[in-house]
């Protein structure tokens, strides 16, 4: 008999179609949120879990699954799995790093790009038929080219931003745990800062930094304060690493120039300040959503998932703890 799995959201029919060689599976192509309770009630029976970063993997679901050996997260964050439940159990934790790395960095250009020159107030101004002359002084926004970028984060997604900012002449400057080898720095033109030295060098400052307790608010008050009122701030990492309340005060005050979003404090509800602001780019939680991304993620969550029930190491396991 084969091992029965669950797909925690909906994907693409060619994905059930590579599990269903293996599994015998029970999807949610309806695509509701199951929250810990469906996700309780539906893992009871199930040796392994295919899982998007909007399910909650708490130790309750993990301890109401006794059957649970494997967990695959079709994303690269993963702070929606209690990862010690999870090693405790015995149970496998997987993500899904490298497929999407580039995607989500043409998502943070995206973004810079439509902050710093104003994209989505003047496209709206434009639509709403304001537009009624051509004038000189109208609609300025920020250069990019030779300005200064700030990586906070600097991971793959990090590097292959920064790698993009060179066809722009940008000065980049990163902060980072740990420094990156000197080679890699310099296939970026990358320079490590201090964390305060980055706030207020940069003129466009990225976030790219796994959300966790650790992380939360890391940009608050005080890290605003420290930025250029030219400056503008893009996060495409997590909700919660920005404390949402003060940047909104800051771009209203004009103490920020400028932000682009993709992520937020309680998604997908968010603050409804922002939606005020004219000096904000809003995307919805959209950084690895290009149909050739989304399905190299879901396909190398079965590519986990396969190999975990198979009994073999999943390339991309992030608790090996569970295997000794
Ligand atoms: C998306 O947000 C991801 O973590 O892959």
């Known amino acids: 008999m084969k091992p029965r799995i669950l797909v925690g959201r909906e994907v693409f029919p060619e994905v059930l179609a590579r599990l269903g060689e293996h599994f015998e599976v029970d999807d949610n192509q309806v695509d509701v949120i199951l ?79 439509a902050t710093a020159r104003r994209l989505p107030a003047a496209e709206r101004w434009l639509r709403n038929g304001e537009w009624k002359g051509w004038q000189f002084i109208q609609w300025l ?73 650790a992380t939360h608010h890391t940009i608050g008050v005080a890290e605003l304060a420290l930025m250029k009122p030219t400056a503008h701030l893009i996060n495409v990492a997590r909700g919660g690493i920005v404390d949402d309340e003060a ?29 005020e602001l004219d000096n904000v780019a809003l995307t919805p939680h959209i950084g690895s959503s290009s149909h050739a991304t989304r399905m190299a993620m879901a396909m190398r969550a079965a590519d986990n998932l396969i190999a975990a029930l198979a009994g073999r190491r999943p390339p991309d396991l992030l608790n090996p703890e569970v295997l000794k």
């Open 141 to 213: 926004g920020t250069d990019v080219h030779h300005a200064t970028l700030g990586i906070l984060g600097m991971g793959r997604i990090g590097q292959a931003l920064a790698r993009r900012a060179l066809g722009f002449d940008m000065k980049v400057v990163y902060h980072n745990r740990t420094r990156l080898p000197d080679d890699d720095e310099a296939a970026c033109r990358a320079r490590w800062v201090e964390k305060d030295a980055l706030l207020r060098e940069s003129d466009f400052l990225v976030l790219l930094l796994p959300y966790s307790p």
């Open 247 to 275: 940047l909104i005060s800051a771009l209203r005050q004009r103490r920020l120039c400028g932000a682009g979003l993709d992520v937020f404090e309680g998604e997908p509800k968010f603050n409804p300040g922002f939606l």
């Open 35 to 113: 929250g810990v309770e469906g996700l309780k009630a539906r893992l009871a029976d199930k040796a392994g879990a295919l899982t998007a970063a909007t399910d909650p993997v708490t130790a309750a679901v993990i301890a109401a699954a006794p059957k649970l050996k494997a967990v695959c997260n079709f994303a690269v964050g993963y702070n929606n799995i209690d990862l010690a439940a999870c090693t405790s159990a015995g149970v496998m934790a997987t993500n899904t790093p490298g497929v999407l790395d580039d995607t989500t960095a043409d998502l943070a250009w995206a973004l810079l790009m």
